[in-house]
């Protein structure tokens, strides 16, 4: 186990999280922060990878027959909303709050999981070996983020992605695939008949996205979500433009892929479909693996989450866990409880010890 005591790591992650949340790190612009988790393993004498603004460490007795558990959580922000009446980049502790951006997302979920591999660095005997990834560009799904750096790690059985969930298990999360569909038209002069108006054109197939509804449900996140956010046509008022555009936001379960969403959409509507992105697949983990038993064992809750992280760019089993609430998340004046980071930690060694045990 660490030389250092859980107290020792839980007051200097706070410390940690204190300088993060003063060093500003948009996404793409994490190399500060990068930085500063390159101390962080610096002062503890652990050997660390970089590429780009992602830092990586593994277990002091890495053994490549052992399988994986990659703990991750990310370092960017995004920007202060016009709401702050505190400053977003000074470290504030107040009444057991600490504010800051970045304090809740998903600073304290950082820290607490970067703690907690320190604390299980050097054990000799783990039946796992344990990665560490503090990464990049998570607010914006860029392309130099987790998803950029899997090629160089290891193979990984499972994950705990951190981000706020009260320290309860979120086993499994909402995918995304946001569509572009362009509606065909006629274009003309609107005091002549025209039947081949492309917002009348658009009118049934909004009336699909609102009405259709896929045939698997899953049993944590519930039905696929589908819901037209945007819609623009036309320039002047007496011109019928010549095509109606549309974006559909569309939050997939864990019972389809994004392939197969957009399969189905393409079987039913007649206009042209380009997906912004296919890779923010739908995630989850048995609610029977070891993990997530440990954590039921624990007095932890489970359940789906709406919300996306990197957990879709993971083919492995994984679940979302850390301090803070999600609720939070993106809000003025955003903060985190201390003793929420303390439990944090607490938890998470309790969690994985648990869990080692049970592979023993």
Request: charged share 20%; net charge negative.
């Given at each position: 186990?660490?030389?250092?005591?859980?107290?020792?790591?839980?007051?200097?992650?706070?410390?940690?999280?204190?300088?993060?949340?003063?060093?500003?790190?948009?996404?793409?612009?994490?190399?500060?922060?990068?930085?500063?988790?390159?101390?962080?393993?610096?002062?503890?004498?652990?050997?660390?990878?970089?590429?780009?603004?992602?830092?990586w460490a593994s277990n002091l007795?890495?053994?490549?027959?052992?399988?994986s558990l990659l703990l991750n959580?990310?370092?960017?922000?995004?920007?202060?909303n016009e709401g702050y009446t505190?400053?977003?980049?000074?470290?504030?502790?107040?009444?057991?709050?600490?504010?800051?951006?970045?304090?809740?997302?998903?600073?304290?979920?950082?820290?607490?999981?970067?703690?907690?591999?320190?604390?299980?660095?050097?054990?000799?005997?783990?039946?796992?070996?344990?990665?560490?990834?503090?990464?990049?560009?998570?607010?914006?799904?860029?392309?130099?983020?987790?998803?950029?750096?899997?090629?160089?790690?290891?193979?990984?059985?499972?994950?705990?992605?951190?981000?706020?969930?009260?320290?309860?298990?979120?086993?499994?999360?909402?995918?995304?695939?946001?569509?572009?569909?362009?509606?065909?038209?006629?274009?003309?002069?609107?005091?002549?008949?025209?039947?081949?108006?492309?917002?009348?054109?658009?009118?049934?197939?909004?009336?699909?996205?609102?009405?259709?509804?896929?045939?698997?449900?899953?049993?944590?996140?519930?039905?696929?979500?589908?819901?037209?956010?945007?819609?623009?046509?036309?320039?002047?008022?007496?011109?019928?433009?010549?095509?109606?555009?549309?974006?559909?936001?569309?939050?997939?379960?864990?019972?389809?892929?994004?392939?197969?969403?957009?399969?189905?959409?393409?079987?039913?509507?007649?206009?042209?479909?380009?997906?912004?992105?296919?890779?923010?697949?739908?995630?989850?983990?048995?609610?029977?693996?070891?993990?997530?038993?440990?954590?039921?064992?624990?007095?932890?809750?489970?359940?789906?989450?709406?919300?996306?992280?990197?957990?879709?760019?993971?083919?492995?089993?994984?679940?979302?866990?850390?301090?803070?609430?999600?609720?939070?998340?993106?809000?003025?004046?955003?903060?985190?409880?201390?003793?929420?980071?303390?439990?944090?930690?607490?938890?998470?060694?309790?969690?994985?010890?648990?869990?080692?045990?049970?592979?023993?």
């Amino acid at each position: 186990m660490s030389l250092k005591t859980i107290t020792q790591l839980t007051n200097e992650a706070i410390d940690l999280l204190k300088k993060l949340i003063e060093m500003p790190s948009f996404s793409s612009e994490e190399a500060q922060t990068a930085l500063l988790l390159e101390h962080w393993f610096s002062n503890n004498k652990i050997p660390f990878q970089r590429e780009n603004n992602n830092i990586w460490a593994s277990n002091l007795h890495f053994d490549a027959s052992k399988p994986s558990l990659l703990l991750n959580s990310h370092h960017d922000t995004v920007k202060p909303n016009e709401g702050y009446t505190l400053n977003p980049f000074k470290a504030v502790e107040e009444d057991g709050k600490l504010y800051g951006l970045g304090s809740n997302d998903a600073g304290g979920c950082l820290v607490s999981l970067l703690a907690t591999f320190t604390y299980f660095y050097a054990d000799e005997n783990l039946p796992h070996n344990l990665i560490f990834a503090g990464t990049a560009e998570e607010e914006s799904s860029g392309p130099n983020g987790l998803n950029s750096l899997l090629k160089n790690l290891p193979e990984i059985e499972c994950a705990i992605v951190g981000e706020p969930t009260e320290m309860h298990l979120a086993i499994a999360e909402k995918g995304l695939l946001v569509l572009d569909i362009v509606v065909p038209g006629t274009a003309s002069h609107a005091a002549h008949q025209n039947l081949d108006n492309p917002i009348y054109n658009a009118l049934p197939i909004i009336e699909w996205f609102k009405t259709y509804e896929f045939e698997k449900k899953s049993e944590i996140l519930g039905p696929v979500k589908m819901t037209v956010t945007q819609i623009n046509a036309g320039k002047q008022h007496n011109v019928v433009p010549s095509e109606c555009s549309l974006v559909v936001d569309i939050r997939v379960n864990d019972c389809y892929s994004n392939a197969e969403i957009l399969e189905i959409v393409q079987q039913h509507i007649l206009a042209k479909i380009t997906p912004r992105s296919m890779h923010l697949n739908a995630s989850s983990i048995d609610k029977n693996h070891a993990l997530v038993q440990a954590g039921i064992r624990l007095g932890r809750n489970t359940y789906g989450s709406p919300t996306l992280s990197d957990q879709s760019v993971l083919s492995c089993q994984s679940m979302k866990l850390g301090p803070g609430n999600s609720l939070r998340s993106h809000t003025a004046n955003e903060f985190i409880y201390l003793d929420e980071i303390r439990e944090g930690i607490d938890l998470y060694i309790k969690i994985l010890t648990d869990f080692f045990n049970s592979k023993q």
